[in-house]
């Protein structure tokens, strides 16, 4: 009975015991059935007796492999490249063979021939090898429509990757008493009622005085409990607007579809400039009024520079300024304030979603966020610009700051600040910064020197999150979500 005592075995495990004692091994199913408990409450006593050392549970994984609707296709008929082979017998023009069979599948099998040797291209003409024996592929293939699957071979892998078998994992539990399970079931097991959890009736009642209570392991593991929290992304954006609104700034909003005015021509780039290319841009069928009273002396700036410049020269075209364009950078938005409200002072800053056609990496994504901010005052200067955006860094926890030369079309002189990341022994560029030129802020009406920045919100988040992947801040990974830290 000592023994029995020592492991505190609750009912549910003595049945699991005394019906493991009865046969060398067990599957989940026959095991509750044999028990008489369902299969979660026999696993789950199973487990627990494994955890004392008193069964083992071993577990093998099998691999299932069954043909895709395509796959069927063709077992039935052959593989693309096989079809179009045995009908070919003597060359044929790849313009006839697209008339024979769908493009589509031709488009599939002539890579396959010329892979298997069973073809080559020469010009506009297919020439048959003379070879085509059968494959490992075929006669996998062969295998499963016949429903045989124990002799499957590695070309296997190939068909999975062409999207015409299917690879599902089959697993296994096999559950064994072992010798110390033995010794324990023979030292005689007898259930008696127990209290697994009290409540105040037990308690009135005093039938908890002459009954078992089911002892508590309080070294077991508890289940983890994630609390609810803002996505790691969302708390960044929302700590930057935090820093911004206590520097005193104003946050603005702005469409996400403008006009080529005010996403470049009220910027000062030229209506030739590589920017407004298709590569880098999304440009939309549509297009809008312009502002009129900005026009002319618009106009006059890029046609002639108005005084201050020679300007682009050429001819300024309204009609390319009407057109619309999915913002490249929410400077369109900080722009259009700026000439909505021309007297100083003026900070404001928005931190939102721009678009360019980027190809995806891990350092690129054609949608990102942007913090753009502006400062307008009289007399307020470069030196300026540099404080305000290393108090900005040094809030978000960066120590080294510095600002090394750059060129923007729209500002001068320009900067590109950085960070040093310890962690990576080198210094980041972050964003670019500058003075708006004269070009670009006489035109509408501003007097007094405008500082301006626009920086990448998602690489702060790379840094600052530990990320090399981009793409992970927009993954809905729900197991890095729970555990990031709340910082």
Not at 74 to 85: F, K, T
Not at 137 to 143: K, M, N, P, R
Not at 213 to 227: A, E, L, W
Request: net charge neutral; hydrophobic share 35%.
């Amino acid at each position: 009975m000592s023994l029995i005592k020592e492991f505190n075995l609750t009912n549910n495990e003595k049945r699991i015991l005394q019906t493991l004692a009865r046969k060398d091994k067990y599957s989940p199913d026959e095991l509750a059935a044999s028990s008489g408990l369902n299969i979660e409450a026999a696993m789950q006593s199973a487990f627990l007796l494994a955890e004392k050392g008193i069964c083992e549970i071993t577990e093998k994984s099998t691999a299932i492999y069954s043909l895709t609707k395509e796959g069927n296709q063709y077992a039935q008929n052959g593989l693309p490249e096989r079809q179009i082979i045995n009908s070919l017998n003597d060359p044929l023009p790849l313009s006839d063979l697209k008339k024979k069979f769908p493009p589509q599948m031709v488009g599939i099998a002539l890579g396959w021939l010329r892979r298997k040797n069973w073809a080559r291209i020469e010009g506009d003409m297919i020439i048959p090898a003379g070879k085509a024996g059968t494959g490992e592929d075929e006669g996998i293939l062969s295998l499963l429509k016949n429903g045989q699957s124990s002799e499957i071979g590695e070309a296997v892998i190939e068909l999975i990757k062409r999207n015409l078998v299917e690879k599902t994992e089959k697993k296994t539990r096999i559950i064994k008493i072992t010798d110390k399970g033995k010794a324990l079931a023979s030292a005689g097991l007898s259930t008696e009622e127990e209290i697994a959890q009290l409540t105040p009736t037990i308690i009135k009642s005093g039938a908890w005085k002459n009954a078992r209570i089911r002892p508590y392991n309080i070294h077991t593991p508890v289940k983890p409990v994630y609390g609810a929290k803002l996505h790691p992304y969302q708390r960044l954006i929302n700590e930057m607007r935090s820093i911004f609104l206590e520097m005193g700034f104003t946050e603005i909003k702005g469409d996400i579809v403008q006009s080529s005015f005010w996403n470049f021509d009220a910027l000062f780039q030229p209506q030739d400039h590589p920017a407004r290319e298709m590569q880098d841009t999304f440009h939309l069928d549509t297009e809008c009024d312009l502002p009129g009273e900005y026009i002319a002396p618009v106009k006059k700036m890029h046609e002639k520079g108005a005084g201050i410049s020679r300007g682009w020269g050429g001819t300024w075209s309204e009609d390319i300024a009407r057109k619309q364009v999915l913002r490249t950078h929410t400077t369109a938005v900080t722009i259009k304030y700026l000439a909505d409200h021309p007297d100083p002072p003026v900070k404001a800053f928005c931190i939102d979603r721009a678009y360019r056609r980027e190809a995806i990496d891990p350092t690129h994504t054609p949608e990102f966020e942007q913090l753009e901010g502006v400062v307008m005052d009289k007399g307020v200067s470069f030196k300026n610009l540099l404080g305000c955006l290393t108090e900005f860094y040094h809030r978000m926890g960066f120590d080294e700051v510095r600002f090394r030369p750059g060129y923007f079309p729209y500002t001068e002189p320009s900067v590109e600040p950085e960070v040093y990341i310890e962690s990576r022994g080198k210094w980041v560029e972050l964003g670019g910064a500058g003075v708006f030129r004269k070009e670009v802020t006489l035109p509408l009406g501003i007097k007094h020197p405008v500082l301006a920045w626009g920086l990448g919100v998602s690489r702060v988040a790379m840094l600052r999150l530990g990320l090399k992947d981009l793409r992970e801040l927009y993954q809905s990974d729900i197991d890095w979500l729970r555990k990031s830290t709340v910082i």
